[in-house]
Structures are given as C-alpha cells and as structure tokens.
C-alpha cells in the first residue's frame, strides 16, 4: 500500500508516520509526505495535481490543516482556505486518480459543548470557532465525495512533548522557564484527554480493517482543569477569564470505536500526566 501523509511534520502526523513503517499492517510499502512545515500547501492544486499523477497512491491520511482555536479568531482567511479549499483539492484528486481509501482528521470542535457528558458520533454539530466550523465544513466535503473514507475526530491530543499551544505542554514550558502557569476560568472546564500513541492505533485499526464512517477516538477520563493543576503539583498560576471560544467541556463516546475497531485507550491520563511532569520538570532546589 502506498500512502500519502498530509501534515506528516506535525504533532500528530509525524509521529503516525514514525509509527506507521513498525506497524503490524502487512501492506503498507511507501509513504510519503506532504506537509505547510516545508512550503507543500495543500492549497496549490497543480503541484498535487503532479504528486498525484507521479506518485500512485492507494490511501490518503489527511492531516494538513492550520489548527488552534485561538489562532483562528484572528487568522480567519488563512484558516478557512487552507482547511475547506485544502481539503476539496485533496478530494478532487483523490477520485480523479482512483483513491481506495481517504482517511480524513477532524476535530471534536464541531461538536456543540455538553459539558462532562459523553458525546457520539451522532451529537449536534454546532461549532463556535472558526476553526471548528472549517474542520465541520472539510467534514461534509469528504462525506459528499464518491471515495471510501473514514473520518477520525481526535479529543484533545497530548503525548510526551506537545503542542505547546495546548494545556498540558504549556504548562510544562512555563514552569520549566519558571513563571507561573496560564490557569483560565475557574478550574471547571474539562477535556477527554487522548494519548497520541493511543490514537495511533486506532488509526492502525482504520487502516487495517479499511474501515468506513465516523470514529470518535478520544480519552477514557473526563479530566477537569483543576484535575490537571492538583496532577502537576498544584505549581504558581496566573488565573484569567476564559478566553472566548473555549469550550467548557468536551469528552468523547468511544463506544463505536470499541465496537467497529476494538480500540480503548489503554493510557491511563493522571499516571502519564505525572510521570512526564515528573521526567521534565526539574525539582526546585
């Protein structure tokens, strides 16, 4: 199997492609990536147009796109060309050139918040950011396509090192340079939170059973913001309101995953969380 990476110098889509080539999946032979990091703008039809025409793919893992909530409030323009336009040349080709499977990541902001209760595949979609709503429309453009695909909507991903515009990362960055770390709201907000390896294999399942349909992949535990503070130690914070658009509560049902894939995350957050706490930031003297 030949498979074309989009985003594989990312957070999620290098370490999947590091992973992939280990993988108990028989069939893959090559990958290849595609990824913004090295100017490959899945924006630019006609140099994918000839990666397509070179390259003869079997599977699509897309990835790319521009990410963060927060970001996308202010960069708008970037955010809806590169999710929504970037993902319809990706369709456009993957059927012009006889894609067997196109696996697409979404996000579980496009979900409508229901605080700590567990959403489905099938809960309202109601996205508030501009991030949420690019990733929803990207979503309905591979849904309209002629393709077999899957659609992954990862919960809030973390692994050993982050992304640093997310809770746990950033809060390791800033106690590691010493300030205190950005608490937001009053400690309530909650997330599911899902260990990257973890996600991982549940990609390996879709690839391996070439799987179809919508797939929640997210964490077992609802973990609140104060769960997170009292995990890491309760270090200094620097408490402000919430920022508008953040979501106060997101957590994922898992159950068609375990069904369809036998997928469970087998990481356990609290016990992780502290033992990368503990390995990477230094003890004051």
């Known amino acids: 199997m030949n498979i074309l990476i989009t985003g594989d110098r990312g957070f999620i889509g290098s370490q999947l492609k590091a992973a992939l080539p280990a993988s108990t999946h028989p069939r893959i032979h090559a990958l290849t990536g595609y990824d913004l990091k090295g100017a490959q703008d899945i924006r630019d039809r006609m140099r994918l147009d000839m990666l397509f025409e ?13 990410t ?5 409030e ?17 369709i456009d080709l993957s059927e012009k050139y006889g ?29 508030d950011s501009i991030y949420g709503m690019t990733k929803l429309v990207a979503e309905k453009i591979v849904q ?34 010493g300030t205190p770390v950005s608490f937001y709201g009053d ?14 294999k549940g990609v390996e399942a879709i690839l391996a059973q070439q799987a179809t349909g919508i ?3 997210g964490g077992s535990q609802y973990i609140t913001l104060a769960d997170l503070w009292a995990i890491c130690g309760r270090p200094e914070r620097k408490v402000s309101p919430l ?38 930031v230094p003890r004051p003297l």
């Open 54 to 66: 070179t390259s003869h793919f079997d599977c699509v893992i897309h990835l790319a796109a521009l």
């Open 68 to 72: 963060g909530v927060r970001r996308g």
């Open 74 to 90: 202010l960069y708008g323009e970037e955010y809806l060309t590169t999710n929504i336009v970037g993902t319809k040349n990706l």
């Open 99 to 127: 894609i067997k499977h196109f696996i697409h990541f979404s996000s579980s902001s496009i979900y409508r918040e229901q605080g700590s209760e567990p959403l489905s595949e099938t809960a309202p979609l109601e996205p």
């Open 144 to 177: 309209r396509s002629k393709l077999k695909w899957a659609i992954v909507r990862p919960f809030t991903v973390y692994s050993d090192v982050g992304r640093p515009d997310q809770v746990p990362e950033k809060w390791i960055r800033q106690a590691i340079a």
């Open 187 to 200: 400690g309530t907000t909650g997330r599911g939170y899902t260990y990257l390896p973890d996600l991982i």
């Open 215 to 217: 797939f929640n992949l």
């Open 243 to 280: 920022p508008a658009g953040d979501r106060h509560g997101i957590y994922a049902d898992i159950t068609k995953a375990g069904k369809e894939l036998n997928w469970r995350p087998e990481t356990d957050f609290k016990k992780k969380v502290s033992e990368i706490w503990r390995l990477r």
